[in-house]
């Protein structure tokens, strides 16, 4: 018997489905940095927490010259490691990879270590940024088996949701890609 095959959501989003049981993903929208066998991990992208970048950058003890930054909020990426930041960003040209940094295939990419800090904190590094704390984190099967229970719809990521659209417009417009009007979705699964 043929091996099942498996889907890879990287560089979609994940729309939290109403009825979503865990209050951390309610109403949320996850962009996926990586979907493999052995799990996915991705960052909620419309749920601001009361810091601001300023605020940020001055806890690691940097200044940030950059006034259309330093009011940006941080958000909540996910309740794992929520100590520590990911920064989600456009792809930066050849030479300019920091320490620690997934390109996700066809899509941004994602920071951890704190040289994109540094960069932007001296008027450089990416232009465009969404800052967490933590991150979204599923086991192998994990996810797969939450879609399947009609826990999330999927959708080809759209840049313009994370960088150019008010966090509280996000999960509606990342719905809108779909085609779908959030007054039309249900809680229950495979009922007409």
Known sequence: MAAASRIDLTNQFLIAMPGMADDHFAGSVVYLCEHTANGALGLVINKPI?????????KVDLPLDRDELAEQPVYFGGPV?????????ERQGEGTGYSSTLSVPGGLEMTTSR?????????????????????????????????????????????????????????????????????MLSSDAGHA
């Open 81 to 89: 490691q929520t100590e520590r930041g990911f920064v989600l960003h």
């Open 115 to 183: 040289d994109v800090l540094e960069a932007m904190s001296h008027g450089g590094g990416p232009s465009r940024v969404l800052i967490t704390l933590g991150y979204s984190g599923w086991g192998a099967g994990q996810l797969e088996d939450e879609i399947g229970r009609n826990g999330w719809l999927t959708v080809q990521a759209d840049p313009a949701v994370i960088f150019e659209t008010p966090a509280e417009k996000r999960y509606e417009r990342a719905l809108a890609t779909l085609g779908v009007d959030p007054r």
């Open 50 to 58: 009361d810091i601001k970048l300023r605020n940020l950058f001055e």
